[in-house]
């Protein structure tokens, strides 16, 4: 993973990622209800318990507070949650 890219295709029975066969695991996290210090621990412990992916709801009221005010930074700084997933090693 890593930042690498790498081709997904499907086929009547499963995923595949970089051409084998990938049974997603997946849990939900929600990134908005952790503080930023918080993420490495609990996408850590996800891996640690068997997870390979995980799901990420974009609540957009969150990232635009007042109407053409958007933000994505500090708490709300989306793309350092999906590289600190992509850093251990789970897909989002």
Request: charged share 15%; proline share 4%.
């Amino acid at each position: 993973m890593a930042g690498a890219p790498y081709p997904v295709t499907y086929d009547s029975r499963s995923f595949h990622i970089g051409g084998m066969p990938t049974l997603l695991l997946s849990g939900s996290v929600h990134y908005q209800r952790l503080t930023p210090g918080m993420w490495a621990d609990v996408l850590t412990k996800a891996k640690e318990n068997g997870l390979n992916t995980v799901q990420v709801y974009v609540f957009w009221n969150y990232h635009e507070h007042e109407r053409g005010s958007i933000t994505f930074a500090d708490e709300a700084d989306l793309s350092a949650f999906v590289q600190q997933a992509a850093d251990a090693d789970l897909w989002v």
